[in-house]
């Protein structure tokens, strides 16, 4: 493994930082009070290439590799994790899929538009009965010939009324379990899709999170991604690329909130001297710290897995698994440091403790992640 940073690496990591400083910080507690969706702010990321980093400039994308989209997501989560995971849905799941698995014309109708930020993409598994169970979808998509006829209710969707498109999941040929599910690319005008009210959120509350319900969307044939019956491993493949930005999220917001209790440490006095030099206080410090590094170190060997065109399904899964948990950990510690001003909303270390359990809950739970781990184990 090698993880010193490439010059454009660095750049990239140093434009997400200022991005993150000069545009995210100053509305950050604003749009979480009152679950603003960040419509300016992603406008820029756009613009500046941070919604399709890894897709070819061929259609308008940076080009990138995971390990600057990896230092870009920790920049940007450790200021507002709901601009990330916009982000994240974005690259991770839509650009990256279309990309991978869509045809021409697709991508020349859709992705060139997502990565610039002219469109943003949702991607549609998680069901009222189904969550994150790809074998489970009771939404339909009946071959009707030269379309489909979409039904059903999807629900905990990421950009579920930003997006102008969204690749749904559903179920075609129910006899033939998972390998029935077809992935159909479905946008926001279609008659008969309507997005449901905004769900009131612990955290990431910038973002918004919605219901989707189809009744009879008429889906041309051509809006289908791969082969009939791809969409379940569609969903699988994509999923797997998603946990490594969901990984790189959880880290950002981890080692924001210990840069907060870190410069609080020094600047807080208790019985006469900094806190910092409490060696209650220095041991919280350097369990923080630990945790995040060997938190950072797996999320880069996940993406550098990725990049090197190895299997990444074990890898993505433990970073997931570990940087969640150290996300908690550490957020919830900062707040111990801080003390009562912990939980006061200007000191911004509560808003990261909410923010940061969404990270063990979505891309699949923290059980999903041992499940996927172990089967890549006992193979």
Request: proline share 2%.
């Amino acid at each position: 493994m090698d993880f010193q940073f490439t010059e454009e690496q660095l750049a990239v990591q140093a434009a997400a930082r200022d991005f993150a400083q000069s545009e995210l910080w100053a509305g950050v507690i604003e749009r979480d009070e009152h679950q603003k969706f960040p419509a300016e702010q992603v406008k820029k990321m756009g613009e500046l290439g941070f919604l399709g980093m890894m897709v070819s400039p061929e259609y308008g994308g940076g080009g990138m590799d995971t390990v600057s989209y990896v230092l870009a997501m920790e920049e940007i989560s450790k200021v507002d994790a709901s601009c990330s995971v916009i982000m994240s849905v974005n690259n991770s799941l839509v650009c990256w899929g279309l990309e991978k698995y869509g045809n021409e014309e697709q991508k020349q109708k859709y992705l060139t538009k997502l990565t610039t930020g002219e469109m943003i993409g949702a991607f549609a598994l998680s069901e009222p009965e189904a969550g994150s169970d790809a074998t489970s979808q009771s939404t339909t998509a009946e071959d009707k010939g030269d379309h489909y006829l979409l039904n059903g209710t999807k629900n905990w969707i990421t950009n579920g009324s930003s997006a102008s498109v969204y690749l749904v999941i559903a179920q075609t040929n129910p006899e033939l379990k998972h390998r029935g599910i077809n992935v159909l690319i479905v946008e926001k005008d279609m008659p008969g899709f309507v997005v449901g009210p905004k769900e009131n959120k612990l955290g990431i509350r910038g973002s918004d999170t919605h219901s989707l319900m189809f009744t009879d969307v008429k889906v041309p044939k051509e809006n289908r991604i791969g082969e009939d019956g791809f969409g379940f491993k569609f969903a699988m493949q994509v999923l797997a690329g998603g946990r490594i930005g969901i990984a790189a999220q959880a880290l950002g917001i981890a080692s924001g909130a210990f840069e907060l209790a870190l410069k609080y440490s020094k600047e807080r006095k208790a019985f006469g001297v900094e806190i910092a030099k409490h060696q209650a206080i220095q041991f919280k410090l350097a369990d923080m710290a630990t945790n995040i590094d060997a938190a950072r170190l797996l999320c880069l060997q996940a993406a550098q897995d990725k990049d090197a065109h190895r299997d990444y399904a074990k890898s993505g899964a433990m970073a997931k698994l570990f940087a969640s948990k150290v996300a908690m950990d550490t957020a919830v510690e900062a707040v111990q440091v801080h003390g009562g001003y912990g939980f006061v909303k200007e000191f911004h270390v509560e808003r990261m403790m909410r923010d940061a359990k969404i990270t063990q809950i979505y891309e699949g739970t923290s059980e999903i992640q041992k499940i996927v781990i172990s089967r890549e184990l006992l193979k």
